[in-house]
């Protein structure tokens, strides 16, 4: 980290009210040194407040999605835009002050389950940690701990299920108050019980937010308003999960196998 280079507009460009719209405009990426495109052509919009599902095999270009969105790489062609603004002139911190951030792997350190969910605010009031908490759907389990949200927790948690931890990732993540919540494979080490929970939240979840679930769990992405279907790099379909199971091959196909219905 302390050897790479620092990057650029933190500090300067652009700082645009975020309302939370995404569009990518014939974007194409490739990452340095590499032979092939890990996204071709992909064109997208997104408006605020929708709650948007990504699938697609292994390397299909999810995730790299998600980065281009954080402007963590510059795009190879094309242009990603917030809000209509090129998002190579948004000022870097201004930007990803609004995205919240939930991965398959979260770290939690020692201290306090409150201490945890309040990690980017520390000063954070009990109410909001609980509220959020409570939109995350980790409230129950928390008032079932020894000291409730004053239990405290081993390194990385080794106390708490690894549904318990995500649950306490995407109430972190919440308390924030970002515009766009990226939940990249966030649901992937959820027993089903955590999963079902998941589900049931996630109205409360993404209330006031643009949402984005990468997940190769299809059941987790039913009620989003759009999923977009990812193969080798391009977008092979777009539409809601009825819509997807009539008409899209790599959709019908990954919904199988999912199901236990392989076919050949």
Request: net charge neutral.
């Amino acid at each position: 980290i302390m050897n790479h280079p620092p990057e650029g507009r933190s500090g300067g460009g652009l700082r645009p009210a975020i309302q939370g719209g995404i569009a990518l405009e014939n974007v194409s990426f490739r990452y340095p040194g590499a032979a092939n495109y890990s996204l071709k052509d992909v064109s997208l919009s997104i408006t605020p407040g929708q709650v948007i599902g990504v699938v697609g095999r292994s390397g299909s270009g999810k995730t790299t999605l998600t980065r281009l969105i954080q402007a963590m790489y510059t795009v190879t062609e094309g242009v990603v835009r917030i809000d209509g603004v090129d998002i190579r002139e948004i000022d870097l911190n201004h930007l990803r002050s609004s995205i919240g951030v939930v991965l398959q792997e979260n770290f939690m350190f020692r201290g306090t389950v409150r201490d945890n969910i309040a990690a980017a605010r520390p000063n954070a009031s009990l109410r909001e940690v609980m509220a959020v908490a409570q939109a995350a759907g980790a409230a129950e389990f928390i008032e079932r701990l020894p000291q409730g949200y004053d239990t405290f927790l081993e390194e990385n948690a080794t106390n708490l299920s690894g549904g318990q931890k995500q649950r306490l990732s995407i109430a972190r993540a919440l308390l924030s108050e970002p515009r766009f919540l990226i939940l990249d494979e966030a649901a992937s080490a959820l027993d089903p019980e955590s999963e079902a929970i998941f589900i049931k939240n996630i109205g409360r979840i993404a209330k006031g937010k643009t949402v984005i679930m990468v997940s190769h769990r299809l059941s987790t992405l039913v009620r989003s308003d759009a999923i977009v279907v990812f193969e080798r790099g391009e977008i092979d379909d777009i539409g809601t999960h009825a819509q997807l199971l009539s008409r899209c091959h790599t959709y019908q196909t990954l919904w199988r196998q999912q199901m236990g219905q392989v076919d050949d």
